[in-house]
């Protein structure tokens, strides 16, 4: 690659890490300055690595790397912050790697994206501190899909452009958005929404992070804003997530009563 | 030769004799070997003499059919023994259990003659990101080896990585019920290091785990 420089340094989220050979591992990277990347990092599984620390899961870090034949290399690592919070609570743990997962799915490897890098990191910072992990998983979720092109229309009916009404609509997956009372039934695979959920869901859509937690959602209209979101996320992707499995057997262990 | 191999034949790399492709493309299975590294080895064992391949196949042979796994702590045993030697080991303390990832931590802890209690191997961690859940880890059978109620002391030796701590988070939770006493291994500088180079999160939980210097 004439040109090219040979080093380069990085603001970047680790995202997740795959064992490599004997003490290697491959590190995924969502960074301010390239998007998502892969780096090998060499010798970090052996104890007296100086970097195996910096490069954990949902830490932000600042990367020094080289480029190597396949991979680019990293060479130094610093963290900026290590969101130890996250780490030592298991319904965190399950939300962050939602959020991790997301966007490694969402994003490909061929250029930056520092709306989505700073989306990620304020996310993160936000699971960290609060206790109510809707909200901040909400807004990421539909933030994500936002500045990734999958907007989801929430304004006008997707299949007449008709305004939506003050009453109960339809969902379309397949047509990313809403459908008045009138077009629902005739579309395949629609899913029926509340008003309620359809006024927050827009709402979490247009407003600041600020602002969205501000709303006092009911518990039932939250299951219905998260049951619908990942029904158009997976049907986007086209896949199933594996956080959402880890979430809810983490909900249901602490639903169990402690002494059996 | 069909006609789709006779057309790209001309471009298609110089092919193996058979018996020779099968062995680099075994190789190519295994972790980190890539193909020329196959192919390196493969040459090795054409050129070596013939016992060198012979022990290797009886190896591998031996590995499938003489191993499984010991019925009380999953770690690597004789397939004709139902119970591992450190199992089996009367002289051991049978109330500390100590929870590791893989056999080879059992190895390594073995190495430090420090422990002399039992084990128990999970295969595995706990990874919400790649779907592996508690299901696909010896999480059941080790509490049924709770029930039992001989273990007084549970260490929980998963790695100090973000999977390893959410497991032994997890098995924490699992294990409160038991009213057994619950450790993690400690985490701080490993011997020899630098201050300098060492990360924030290792050198706050060194100085929180600080001991007294006493005598």
Known sequence: MPGAPRTFLVNAIILKHMDYGEAD?????????RGKLRAIARGVRKIRSRKAGHLEPFMHARLFLSQGREWPIITQAQTTDSFDGLRNDLVKIGHASYVVELLERFSSEDGDNPALFHLLLETLNRLEDSEDLFQPTQYFELHMLDLQGFKPELIKCVRCSGVIQPADQFFSA?????????????????????????????HYQRSTYTEAKRAIINDKTRDEMGRLSRYYITFLLERRLNSPDFIKMVDHLRSLPTDQ | MDWVTWAYKPFCMPSLPEPLQNLVESFERLPGIGPKTAARLAFFLFNAPE???????????????????????????LATNPLCEICSDESRNSTSLCIVEEPLDVLALERTNAYHGLYHVLHGVLSPIDGIGPDDLKIQPLLERMRIGKIKEVILATNPSMEGDATALFLQQQLLTFGIKITRLARGLPVGSDLEYADQNTLSRALSGRQEMTG
């Open chain 2, 51 to 77: 016992p060198v391949a012979r022990n290797l196949v009886e190896s591998l042979q031996s590995v499938k059919q003489d191993l499984g796994f010991c019925s009380a702590c999953f770690n690597i045993t």
């Open chain 1, 25 to 33: 591992r491959i590190v995924t990277i969502f960074s301010v300055e």
């Open chain 1, 174 to 202: 397949e047509l990313g958005g809403i459908l008045c009372p009138k077009c629902g039934p005739l579309v395949s695979l629609s899913q029926s929404v509340s008003l309620e959920a359809l006024k927050y869901l827009r």
